[in-house]
């Protein structure tokens, strides 16, 4: 009798939205076996359908020790456009081993009429600038970096984390929310108005799961400080690279037939 093919297992650098919808979509496929990886930074991330591997892998080379371990058929990097170390070290591994590497990349906001926005390449630069611009800062940009706003005491916080940080943060003035986004404009419009926010402070994440906050910032007139994305790596070279989970599947699809 005539065996099916094992299905083939599809390693996918999680952490966003668009890395759950891909795998689900593969793990609803029998011809392919999805295995996310994330790092671990959240206590409860949302459920995820397939396999899940929890924590780093100990740089590139721990990677690449994983790769030609686990014989991912390919390698999906759909992390945060953020999340600069892991996007570097999966270009290196999937160079190092041979197995292609596609990027899952959400698409930067492009500027609309009427947004007040004020780039920077760093939140240090945001952290500056904050005080200039506003005394009631919302401040949405994670818990790793926040203490870039420790010494600007002339502002207030109004911070939102997924989670409850595991000491207090270290800014003079903050009111702290836990919430889990999406996050709509018309809930967000309500949120500005309820805290007297007078500046929004965000990274350029792109996508529709945080966008709210752009657009409502827009209608009450408010500045941004947006954080440019970082540069990527030099030589960066992945096999493809496409903006949505759709279009990472479809290719993918192709890739294996
Ligand atoms: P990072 O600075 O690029 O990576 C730091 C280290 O964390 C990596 O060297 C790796 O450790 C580990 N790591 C990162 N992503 C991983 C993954 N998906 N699976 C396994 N290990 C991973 O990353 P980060 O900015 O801290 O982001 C961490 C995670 O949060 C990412 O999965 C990202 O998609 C998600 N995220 C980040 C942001 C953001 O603004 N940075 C926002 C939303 C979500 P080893 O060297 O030990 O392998």
Redo the contacts with the bound molecule.
């Keep these: 009798m005539e065996s099916a093919a094992a299905p083939a297992r599809i390693l996918i650098?999680?952490?966003?939205g668009e890395?759950a919808q891909l795998a689900a979509a593969l793990a609803a496929d029998p011809r392919f076996a999805p295995v996310?990886?994330?790092?671990?930074?959240?206590a409860k991330p949302a459920m995820l359908a397939g396999e899940v591997?929890?924590?780093?892998?100990?740089?590139?080379e721990?990677?690449v020790a994983y790769i030609r371990e686990a014989g991912p058929r390919l390698i999906v990097d759909?992390?945060?456009?953020?999340?600069?170390?892991?996007?570097?070290?999966a270009a290196e591994a999937a160079a190092a081993t041979g197995v292609a590497l596609l990027r899952l990349e959400r698409p930067a906001w492009a500027k609309q009429r009427g947004d007040r926005w004020h780039e920077v390449e760093d939140l240090p630069a945001a952290a500056t600038l904050a005080p200039k611009l506003g005394r009631r800062a919302f401040l949405t940009?994670?818990r790793?970096e926040i203490a870039a706003f420790a010494d600007q005491p002339a502002v207030h916080y109004l911070v939102r984390l997924v989670e409850p940080p595991a000491t207090p943060l270290p800014l003079a003035d903050y009111h702290l929310l836990l919430e889990r986004g999406p996050f709509d404009e018309a809930d967000e419009l309500q949120l500005l108005r309820a805290h007297k926010i007078d500046l929004v402070i965000a990274?350029q994440?792109g996508g529709k799961a945080t966008y709210g906050k752009i657009a409502a910032a827009r209608t009450l007139r408010l500045p941004v400080i947006l954080q440019r994305r970082p540069a990527l790596p030099p030589g960066y070279a992945p096999t493809a690279t496409v903006a949505t989970a759709a279009d990472a599947r479809a290719w993918i699809e192709k890739a294996i037939a």
């Design positions: 650098l999680g952490g966003t890395a996310t990886a994330l790092a671990g930074r959240t591997r929890m924590g780093g892998f100990g740089g590139v721990g990677l759909a992390t945060h456009p953020f999340a600069a170390q892991i996007r570097r070290h940009v994670g790793k990274k994440s």
